[in-house]
């Protein structure tokens, strides 16, 4: 994760260029793979985004994100409860390291839901992304 980071940030600093886009007009997001990058680039960025949407993903390097923390973009963080891929308890985990940090996040466990992505989570996800985007 770490050793991608640099070739990570500097696509989203490239995209906001190409778009002449401030991070602050920036959403984030990610599902499975893409979700497990997506919440631990959001918090090291140098600049907040408007926010960072995962769907079934995990938080592989919270040991570390109290000293690597550089931004506080706020999170809303999506899982099946029934995912067989990478199980819920994941995403329940980011929450909680990202509360300890003063991260702002959203979690949602959705009943029913395997390593997938529904109209339940979509609503959510788009709800949170009008949102933040409001705001800034």
């Given at each position: 994760?770490?050793?991608?980071?640099?070739?990570?940030?500097?696509?989203?600093?490239?995209?906001?260029?190409q778009y002449g886009l401030t991070p602050a007009r920036c959403i984030l997001l990610g599902f499975s793979q893409g979700a497990i990058t997506s919440?631990?680039?959001?918090?090291?960025?140098?600049?907040?985004?408007?926010?960072?949407?995962?769907?079934?993903?995990?938080?592989?390097?919270?040991?570390?994100?109290?000293?690597?923390?550089?931004?506080?973009?706020?999170?809303?963080?999506?899982?099946?409860?029934?995912?067989?891929?990478?199980?819920?308890?994941?995403?329940?985990?980011?929450?909680?390291?990202?509360?300890?940090?003063?991260?702002?996040?959203?979690?949602?466990?959705?009943?029913?839901?395997?390593?997938?992505?529904?109209?339940?989570?979509?609503?959510?996800?788009?709800?949170?992304?009008?949102?933040?985007?409001?705001?800034?």
């Amino acid at each position: 994760m770490r050793a991608n980071e640099p070739a990570i940030n500097g696509f989203i600093d490239g995209l906001l260029d190409q778009y002449g886009l401030t991070p602050a007009r920036c959403i984030l997001l990610g599902f499975s793979q893409g979700a497990i990058t997506s919440i631990h680039t959001g918090p090291r960025r140098d600049t907040p985004l408007a926010g960072v949407v995962g769907f079934s993903g995990a938080m592989f390097t919270g040991d570390t994100l109290g000293d690597e923390l550089k931004s506080r973009s706020p999170f809303v963080l999506i899982h099946g409860a029934e995912d067989q891929v990478l199980p819920a308890s994941g995403t329940e985990e980011a929450g909680r390291r990202f509360d300890e940090v003063g991260v702002p996040v959203e979690v949602h466990i959705l009943p029913g839901l395997g390593h997938t992505i529904d109209k339940r989570g979509l609503d959510i996800a788009t709800e949170f992304m009008k949102r933040v985007l409001t705001a800034s």
